[in-house]
């Protein structure tokens, strides 16, 4: 016996938001990194701080507070309600950015760390050369950090993945909309469809699998970036 419907459209809308979150990170995360790497402002270390937050925070402490930020009351939900675009707890918008929130860290810390150890030997060579700073950006920090850029872009789609916490929170439970895989198992397991569970939950066993694998694979090209 397979996977049930729900479960294929749990898996589906899982992907959908997790591919479109890693793309989110990759857009705001490696400016975020690159500022925090070069950076000698007094804000540095607390906006460090607050990025790494989700690794230490609960997940239901986070939901709960984009839950009431987003809602009618909060002023998120107040400033998307005057431009038209309603609430955003509980639709697929809404669970994208609290996906965002809650993964931005494991986006941040690979990338920051590679361009961290790239040094500023590379940018002093390319500056010499009168290359531009973007093309400095484009053309000697990205190909360096390359290896952490995968990092984050896989570690980031992963953690996405296994949410629970703030998926329930922010997106709960409704199907085709916000019910992701981590919800489903957990529906699975109190209506006591134990087979059901362990169907689903072994596929999400044999991803984790996979991205480990994948995160090892890489780390000896990282060494070899970074020597």
């Not at 979150?21 to 500022?35: F, K, Q």
């Not at 998307?80 to 309603?86: D, E, N, P, R």
Request: hydrophobic share 55%; proline share 7%; charged share 10%.
């Amino acid at each position: 016996m397979g996977l049930t419907p729900s479960d294929l459209q749990a898996i589906g809308l899982t992907l959908q938001v997790a591919a479109l979150t890693t793309l989110i990170l990759l857009a705001i995360g490696v400016p975020l990194a690159w500022w925090l790497a070069r950076s000698r402002s007094i804000w540095r270390k607390p906006v460090g701080a607050l990025v790494a937050m989700p690794l230490v925070l609960p997940p239901s402490v986070i939901g709960f507070y984009l839950l009431v930020l987003m809602g009618p009351q909060g002023w998120v939900g107040q400033w998307t309600q005057a431009l038209g675009l309603g609430v955003l707890p509980f639709t697929f918008a809404g669970l994208v950015v609290g996906s965002v929130i809650y993964s931005l860290p494991f986006m941040v810390q690979p990338v920051l760390n590679a361009m961290q150890a790239m040094g500023n030997r590379p940018l002093e060579v390319a500056a010499t050369l009168r290359a531009s700073p973007l093309d400095r950006f484009v053309h000697v920090v990205l190909p360096l950090c390359k290896p952490g850029l995968i990092t984050g872009a896989i570690m980031s789609f992963a953690h996405t993945v296994g949410e629970f916490g703030v998926v329930l929170m922010v997106g709960g439970n409704i199907p085709g909309v916000t019910r992701m895989v981590s919800v489903q198992i957990y529906d699975h397991v109190e209506a006591l469809e134990y087979s059901d569970a362990h169907r689903l939950a072994a596929v999400m066993l044999g991803f984790s699998f996979v991205v480990l694998l994948a995160l090892q694979w890489m780390n000896p090209q990282r060494r070899r970036a970074t020597a």
